[in-house]
């Protein structure tokens, strides 16, 4: 297999390719703050009013086919990937009534399998530590709260707190700009578009992953080396417990942003 490389809208990613994902258990956790989603809404806002007829590029996706969980793991571009499936489910739970058949479909189908029910149907799984919590309050259905402060509302679920972000950030653009939510979310998933880059290994992803990674960090040599020993492992078991001793060692080292290379 080759290095493979497409663009792709938002639909195709999320809505109508056949590819599932997920979050490897090396990958740190989702950690886009408040200042990131109000630049994403911004950028997004942007574009639709003043370029809406051309495509809006948001960055790369770099995946790995990990054929003994049946899904493409996700080496670069899950904190895009997790803002935008966290978008979605924004979107359907403040403006379902005012979509169409069409925005619709894609906002649920970019959640579930149009024809699965099964939790492996979800288009997205997130880091398995953190995959309950986002499914509860995140995917299956948000249940906002009136808070003063949501860092301190919600301390321990990033993906509730964002969820939270993103609804006031939306809601404050699409009336300040007037906004039809229902043409924004065709355009968001029709003309937002991503550089696919589908790898044979997490060697070559992860090559790809640093030299394209510019503006995050990049993976450090305690993750590749976590990758690497994982990549032995054949059962699920296995990497959960492997995972599951390395970050209590981690944890007690303290290893930090600590680089063998260093």
């Given at each position: 297999?080759k ?8 639909k195709k ?5 056949d ?18 989603l ?21 960055g790369s ?5 990990n054929?003994?969980d049946?899904?493409?793991?996700i ?13 979605a489910?924004v979107i359907?739970?403040?403006y379902?009534s005012?979509l169409?058949?069409?925005a619709k479909k ?6 579930q399998?149009e ?8 288009k997205?799984?997130t ?8 499914e509860e309050?995140?995917l299956?259905?948000?249940k ?6 949501v ?11 964002n969820?939270h ?39 070559s992803?992860i090559?790809i992953?640093n ?7 990049p993976?450090s ?7 690497s020993l ?19 060692i ?13």
């Amino acid at each position: 297999m080759k290095i493979e490389a497409e663009i792709k809208n938002i639909k195709k990613v999320l809505v109508s390719d056949d590819r599932f994902y997920q979050i490897p258990d090396y990958q740190r956790p989702y950690s886009w703050d408040k200042d990131n989603l109000s630049d994403l809404i911004d950028d997004l806002i942007t574009s639709y009013k003043e370029n809406k007829e051309e495509n809006y590029f948001c960055g790369s996706l770099v995946l790995v086919n990990n054929e003994s969980d049946g899904r493409y793991d996700i080496i670069d571009g899950q904190q895009r990937t997790t803002s935008f499936t966290i978008l979605a489910c924004v979107i359907r739970d403040l403006y379902l009534s005012k979509l169409s058949p069409k925005a619709k479909k894609f906002v649920s189908n970019a959640i579930q399998d149009e024809f699965e029910s099964e939790k492996r149907k979800l288009k997205f799984l997130t880091n398995e530590q953190y995959q309950i919590d986002f499914e509860e309050t995140v995917l299956k259905e948000i249940k906002f709260q009136k808070v003063k402060n949501v860092e301190k509302a919600f301390p321990d679920n990033k993906y509730l707190q964002n969820a939270h972000f993103l609804k006031l950030f939306l809601e404050e653009r699409i009336d300040e700009q007037c906004i039809d939510i229902d043409d924004f979310t065709l355009w968001l998933f029709e003309n937002v578009v991503m550089t696919v880059i589908t790898c044979p290994s997490q060697d070559s992803a992860i090559q790809i992953f640093n030299v394209l990674n510019d503006r995050g960090m990049p993976l450090s040599s305690i993750d590749i080396l976590k990758s690497s020993l994982m990549r032995d492992l054949k059962s699920k078991e296995d990497r959960n417990a492997f995972n599951a001793k390395w970050e209590a060692i981690n944890a007690d080292l303290k290893f930090g942003d600590f680089d063998l290379d260093a």
